[in-house]
């Protein structure tokens, strides 16, 4: 690997497509039906919005009726490989990379999702391995979630923006390695007949939705809620999302986010998973104590969301 950026995507698709924003055009407009459940999965495109809650905002005033629950089990980091996941805790969690991956299938068979959204691509593109690579890596993971789930959304990654110290000519080499893995990602996906969305071309057009020109700002999820909002064909949202309703909604949904990050990635994950967990076995018990708590914000997310 030759580094580890991690800003990123729900999958790939780029400058050749006809709109700044696209969704697979033989496919109808995303709907959700009672009660379903959505999973993020990716590196820190996802992981970042635990904080913010910009996205899952969105899709909430989309469909306030729906009851949709999401959980987040973005890495940052991480690849289609699932290298983060298999490297934590130096791999005593999850063991050498074929482990790793088997874990994040129990993740995905646990969870039980209706829709997952995808977020890879941008790491890969600092890889050593060819672009070949990725794309057999990201058909294999395609291939192992649609067991597992019927709705896969892949979203492109994002390009790289000037403005905080990074070398233009550096920007611009690795923007052209991000468009190849873009549009292999495309490939796959139209292959695939799942759903992509193009964020890497209207982000290409303004530098000014990042923190340090790779992770996008709360401001930067907000635009790129909107623009999946638009490709896939959302309803019209409730209320504003700058309203202070929102906010309240959105402020909530960060809390119940933060919850689920403890439920599944515990601080003293040494003693749940690693070397440690033969010392204090009651730590092993400790993640399934935070449910009640996430269950707690998700009846308080429905309310607010019933209230509009």
Same mark, same amino acid.
């Given at each position: ?22 969704? +697979? ?8 039906? *009672? ?7 990716? +590196? ?19 469909? &306030? ?6 959980? +987040? ?18 791999? $005593?969690?999850?063991?050498? @990379? ?14 039980? @999702? ?52 990074? &070398? ?33 071309? &209207? ?31 959302? &309803? ?28 599944? $990635? @515990? ?12 010392? *204090? ?7 399934? *104590? ?6 707690? *914000? ?11």
């Amino acid at each position: 690997m030759k580094s580890l950026y991690t800003p990123i995507i729900f999958l790939l698709v780029i400058g050749t497509l006809p709109s700044a924003c696209t969704s +697979n055009s033989s496919l109808e407009s995303l709907d959700f039906k *009672q009660n379903e459940k959505v999973v993020f999965l990716g +590196n820190a495109f996802f992981e970042n919005t635990i904080a913010n809650g910009e996205i899952e905002t969105t899709f909430s005033l989309c469909f &306030p009726k729906k009851n949709i629950t999401f959980r +987040n089990i973005g890495w940052s980091g991480d690849n289609v490989y699932a290298h983060s996941r298999t490297r934590a805790r130096d791999g $005593r969690r999850f063991g050498n @990379p074929e482990e790793g991956f088997g874990i994040l299938i129990k993740q995905i068979t646990e969870l039980k @999702p209706d829709k997952i959204f995808i977020a890879y691509g941008f790491n890969e593109s600092f890889d050593d391995a060819s672009i070949d690579d990725f794309g057999k890596g990201l058909n294999h993971l395609l291939e192992m979630l649609s067991h597992h789930c019927p709705e896969l959304i892949l979203i492109s990654t994002l390009p790289m923006e000037e403005g905080f110290g990074i &070398p233009t000519e550096h920007i611009e080499v690795q923007n052209k390695e991000l468009e190849k893995y873009a549009e292999t990602t495309k490939k796959v996906a139209i292959k695939g007949e799942h759903r992509f969305i193009d964020l890497f071309t &209207p982000f290409s057009k303004e530098n000014k939705y990042t923190t340090n020109g790779i992770h996008l700002s709360s401001k930067g999820y907000r635009k790129a809620g909107e623009l999946i909002a638009e490709a896939l064909t959302l &309803p019209t949202p409730a209320i504003k999302i700058d309203s202070k309703k929102a906010d309240h909604i959105r402020n909530t949904i960060i809390k119940k986010n933060t919850l689920f990050f403890h439920r599944w $990635r @515990p601080r003293n994950d040494a003693f749940v998973y690693g070397e440690r967990k033969d010392e *204090q076995r009651i730590a092993q018990e400790e993640p399934a *104590q935070i449910e009640p708590f996430i269950a707690k *914000q998700e009846a308080a997310i429905t309310v607010l969301l019933e209230d509009l």
